[in-house]
């Protein structure tokens, strides 16, 4: 049987938006972020996090650096009951033309095998206009852009709904 997913952004989704983060002292959860991911859990979605990080293939930090932190964070949340299915990240840069990068569809079409989801049922909630397009590349028309990350630029999104943060999301996602 195919699953729902929450497919989540990381920097401005989960953690405020720090530029080039990779160190656990810089990193803070976003308000509400535990109680939302208990709330999609409990609904029947695996929650599963997309994430560029040309962080790496600058040379801001190492691919290490990078595992370490997301280690630490998926413990955090396991201490709060939330499983995180599955990570996906990009450590290339613009310039590199890979097929993961955001707002590409590479690593939600990847999810999607992995996981045999089902995108029509699923979600996913960005703070930046690339994880939309991203997330409508791959079929998946449910997504939430929220204030809490970058700053929104331009008068228009794709987005279904615009919030202030993930805290907010309940009230939208419904089943
Ligand atoms: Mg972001
Ligand atoms: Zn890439």
């Not at 995180?84 to 990068?101: A, L, V």
């Amino acid at each position: 049987m195919s699953k729902k997913a929450i497919f989540l952004d990381r920097d401005g989704v989960i953690n405020k938006e720090v530029n080039y983060l990779y160190k656990i002292e810089n990193f803070e959860f976003i308000n509400g972020i535990f109680e939302s991911c208990l709330y999609f859990q409990n609904l029947g979605y695996i929650i599963i996090i997309i994430t560029n990080q040309s962080g790496i293939s600058r040379e801001f930090y190492s691919d290490n650096d990078y595992q370490k932190l997301s280690a630490w964070m998926l413990e955090e949340f396991s201490k709060h009951g939330i499983i995180i299915q599955d990570t996906f990240y990009c450590p290339h840069g613009p310039e590199s033309n890979c097929r993961c990068r955001k707002p590409k569809p590479g690593m939600f079409i990847e999810a999607k095998k992995k996981h045999n989801i089902n995108m029509k049922e699923s979600w996913m909630i960005g703070d930046s206009e690339i994880d939309i397009q991203s997330a409508n590349g791959a079929d998946i028309q449910n997504t939430i852009l929220v204030r809490s990350g970058k700053k929104i630029i331009g008068p228009t999104s794709n987005a279904k709904f615009i919030l202030d943060s993930i805290r907010d999301a309940p009230n939208f996602i419904l089943d």
